[in-house]
């Protein structure tokens, strides 16, 4: 009765007695390898290839790039699809051309126009064109997506040529360029995306069925090209050859999901990972001794902040606006940035120092605590209590919330306040944050696309100004405030733009809801046979850049 | 004939059983104080009234919950499991691409459990008190205390780190290329292509994180064969036996085993369950893609079409273990009538 089963299951040509021999030899080749330890695998065929293997916490949702925005698939996204823009490594203060030769400005500000790239082609061998921009940024658009906040100032895409692109602009928007360097809107090949679903049309986000296909290919100009997709697993990705800047130096790239750091730093400490880039500080440490093993840290333009909510019925004593400063004034900063950890820099104000229009971290409020028992007793609230809500048990950019936030009780119970630790599930703790029901809440923000622009949210009715229960129509000073915001959004002169930034950020340091902490560096490590390895706040590390020797 | 009537009563039951796990799952993971549009939307998206609605709308989380769960049934009942909103597959392909991994896991964790805890428990109970006795009960011990997560790293940082022996966390090596996917079962399906290769790395693979894992089954199963065989060894027909002269290996063995094994069967059914459970840690600290993570991942995200895919398939590996139990008693014992 087995044979026909058996026969169904076996490769052809194998009895069930060699099958057996051969999974009775495996096991114990493979035991008696655990056991006596001689057994080592080896990479086979694919060793010929230089393969770069990557771990990290690949945890995104989706490929498409219309459809993410998570960071492990900008990272994938970034080395698979080509935008107009670009930066080079860490930086994020001058944008370069990549699709995009050249772009110039019209004298209204409003109509941006690029010149592409000649001679560019998609993996398909199609050529590169302004219908394809066209097209992969009014999908973007029509989608409806997570991915639309890139695209909201847009209002019309032509392409008067093959060669020409040109963007019109609801309002004035300067920073329409640095988010063009979005690996959300990375340019696909129109035709291939059409023929497997795709749909750029005003009905796009019902129409458009290309998501299962942008899942499994990458019909872009990348230097790579999409081979495998497990999601949550694995992500292989092999060289693209034809790639306009050259042929990647590595081949192949696996990047794989490892949850764990500790298990992360340990393999690639025995050399099974060529990089890793979902460690901690704790393991960043660990691999600093180790023989073969490179570390580094890179700034991340993330502002870690202390929310207060302006809304009195929410935020009870800490809406007041003295209590708020003597929260400033009441927290150790030094202690702060030993949590923070290596590489982290102190902010003052909401807009990360990799920007123009920060702040300088000198300029930051110093740890004052008889001025800040001081601003209390000027409140006259009697006891001064209050709830820290944050995600429990959660790490974001290494840093220990837990640790960090009891930093933060402990300070303001030396000032006498009395605060209450409200540790809560990740999701829960986001709920209640975007609900606006934080009375006092710690958390962070990350640009999303480079530039200062995205810390504008801080301002009154921004998304975090609503969070923070201060809506722009809140105080006449809010109002000027949310005003000094679009300003600075629209200005089109670069000095004086930066100058309006700087002037939000100090207003918001007099008269918001928010204490800014610090920015935090992202640790990594990677083999010493592999250099060119950086981290770019927003898409991760280059993997165009990075080569391997051995 | 009895025992096949029971086993189809038992099969029919499932379906009212499904309906009462769909209900379940459904209403737990809908009592959750978070919203799925805070979970899988960024910032900026969750703050846009347009693209909130454009996300519900796709996920079918615009309609009535009453609503919501009668469609999902109605697909169910017609073999669709829905679309995955972490992963965007279908959550059937999921759980074919995850489920094996976490079967392949727990069933070595079992065999390896059993392997090592009946014959430790015979051993520790036959020389009662002695030392093997003590290393017995001091090991089943240590392996019922011992978090998961804890052991796992230690195991990782002991035999994969120091000493060697063991091959970095996942199912294969990062620089062998995975076999096609047939059964998702990475040594079978290696084996299928003809990839040695692939298939000595994936067993090898396997055996840490099914020790580990195996840990709490081996204390457990240890203690409960030590009780039950102590019990049996004081029975009198056991004593009968050793009267009428029969060497003591086969009155251990044919004798007091046989019936010591009963109350353990039923540890072991509780225990794979507790293994598929368990496997959500090993998983992670394995780097492991298996149903556990798959859960994890999916709970974390508010993925309700996967949570309920995983509530459906680990309900029904219960079910049908304890079925097997229940079998598996008839079958040792002739003295326990089923039905």
């Known amino acids: 009765m087995a044979g026909p089963a058996w026969d169904v299951v076996l490769p052809s040509g194998m009895s069930r007695r060699s099958f057996l021999r051969l999974v009775g030899g495996s096991v114990g080749w493979s035991l008696a390898g655990s056991v006596i330890g001689t057994q080592r695998t080896t990479a086979g065929a694919a060793s010929r290839e230089l393969s770069l293997l990557v771990g990290t916490q690949l945890t995104m949702k989706s490929l498409d790039p219309g459809r993410t925005i998570e960071a492990s698939a900008y990272t994938l996204n970034h080395a698979t699809y080509d935008s107009l823009v670009t930066f080079s490594g860490e930086d994020l203060r001058n944008p370069k051309p990549s699709l995009a030769m050249s772009w110039s400005v019209s004298a209204d500000g409003r109509a941006y126009t690029f010149k592409l790239r000649p001679n560019v082609k998609f993996v398909s061998g199609n050529p590169l064109t302004s219908a394809d921009v066209k097209w992969s940024l009014d999908r973007v658009i029509n989608l409806n997506s997570t991915t639309k906040f890139l695209v909201d100032g847009i209002a019309e895409v032509l392409a008067p040529d093959p060669q020409t692109v040109v963007i019109h602009l609801k309002t004035l928007q300067p920073s329409i360029i640095p988010i063009l360097s979005s690996s959300s809107l990375g340019v696909l090949d129109s035709k291939v995306v059409i023929a497997n679903g795709g749909d750029a049309g005003p009905d796009a986000k019902t129409k458009d069925q290309a998501e299962p296909y942008l899942n499994s290919h990458s019909p872009g100009t990348g230097a790579f090209i999409l081979t495998s997709y497990a999601p949550n697993q694995e992500v292989v990705l092999m060289k693209n050859p034809a790639h306009w800047r050259g042929a990647a130096k590595i081949d192949r790239i696996v990047t794989r999901n490892i949850e764990e750091p500790a298990a992360e730093q340990l393999q690639l400490g025995r050399g099974d990972l060529d990089v890793a880039t979902g460690i901690g500080p704790d393991q960043l440490q660990a691999l600093k001794g180790v023989q073969g093993v490179g570390v580094k840290t890179s700034l991340i333009a993330n502002t870690f902040y202390v929310l207060m909510n302006n809304n009195p019925t929410i935020g009870g004593p800490f809406s007041n606006r003295k209590v708020q400063q003597a929260v400033r004034y009441a927290l150790d900063y030094d202690g702060i940035m030993r949590i923070a950890g290596q590489g982290a820099v102190r902010l003052a104000g909401v807009i990360p120092t990799l920007f123009p229009g920060s702040l300088d971290s000198k300029d930051a409020v110093k740890t004052d605590r008889v001025k800040a028992r001081a601003l209390l007793k000027e409140a006259n609230l009697g006891e001064v209590r209050g709830r820290i809500t944050y995600r429990a048990g959660g790490s974001s950019w290494g840093v220990q919330l837990d640790l960090l936030v009891q930093k933060i009780q402990t300070d303001l119970v030396e000032v006498g306040m009395k605060v209450d630790l409200n540790g809560l599930a990740s999701l829960t703790a986001l709920q209640e944050y975007r609900d606006g029901k934080n009375q006092i809440g710690v958390w962070g923000w990350t640009a999303d696309w480079p530039d200062a622009s995205n810390f504008l949210v801080y301002v009154p009715g921004g998304v975090v100004g609503k969070r923070a229960g201060w809506p722009a129509d809140a105080t006449p000073d809010a109002a000027a405030l949310a005003k000094l915001g679009q300003e600075a959004e629209s200005e089109v002169d670069n000095r004086k733009r930066a100058a309006l930034y700087q002037q939000v950020d100090r207003r918001l340091m007099e008269i918001g809801p928010y204490v800014p902490l610090f920015q935090p560096a992202v640790p990594y490590a990677f083999r010493s046979n592999v250099s060119g390895v950086t981290f770019n706040s927003v898409w991760g590390p280059d993997l165009y850049a990075i080569s391997k020797t051995g | 004939m009895r025992l096949w009537s029971y086993i189809l009563r038992r099969v029919l039951l499932l379906a009212p059983m499904f309906v009462g796990i769909t209900l379940l799952s459904f209403a737990l993971s809908h009592a959750v104080p978070a919203d799925p549009v805070t979970a899988n939307l960024g910032e900026h998206g969750a703050a846009d009234p347009q693209v909130v609605a454009a996300f519900r709308h796709r996920w079918g989380l615009d309609r009535p919950l009453p609503e919501q769960y009668g469609i999902y049934i109605w697909n169910l009942l017609h073999g669709d499991m829905g679309v995955s909103i972490s992963t965007r597959q279908p959550v059937i392909t999921d759980l074919r691409q995850r489920l094996p991994g976490t079967i392949e896991l727990a069933t070595a964790a079992m065999i390896i459990g059993m392997a090592l805890s009946i014959p430790l428990g015979i051993l520790s109970a ?174 974390t995200s508010l993925d309700f079409p996967a949570i309920m895919g995983v509530g459906i398939v680990v309900a029904t590996v219960y079910i049908l273990v304890n079925l097997l139990v229940d079998v598996a008693y008839a079958l040792i014992d002739p003295r326990i009538r089923v039905g």
């Not at chain 2, 093997?132 to 205390?145: E, K, N, T």
């Not at chain 2, 978090?147 to 062998?176: C, D, E, H, K, T």
């Not at chain 2, 063995?253 to 109350?263: E, K, Q, S, T, V």
């Not at chain 2, 368990?278 to 999916?298: D, H, Q």
């Open chain 2, 126 to 299: 036959v020389n009662r008190d002695s030392i093997v006795d003590q290393i017995a009960r001091v090991g089943s011990l240590v392996g019922v205390s011992m978090p998961v997560f804890w052991l796992g790293l230690v195991g990782i940082l002991i035999f994969y780190a120091r000493l060697g022996w063991a091959p970095s966390p996942g199912r294969l090596s990062m620089q062998v290329p995975p076999p096609p996917f047939e059964t998702g079962f990475v040594i079978i399906d290696a084996l299928l292509a003809g990839r040695m290769d692939a298939a000595v790395d994936a067993l090898h693979h396997l055996v840490l994180p099914a020790l580990v894992l195996s840990a709490y089954s081996v204390g457990v199963i240890t203690r409960m064969m030590r009780g039950s065989m102590l019990e049996v060894l004081a029975e009198d027909y056991v004593r009968t036996a050793r009267a009428k002269g029969l060497p003591g290996w086969i009155v251990v063995l044919r004798h007091a085993a046989r019936n010591g094994l009963i109350p353990v069967v039923t540890i072991v059914g509780l225990s794979f369950g507790g293994l598929l459970s368990g496997a959500v840690v090993t998983e992670t600290v394995f780097a492991w893609p298996g149903l556990g993570s798959y859960a994890f991942g999916s709970a």
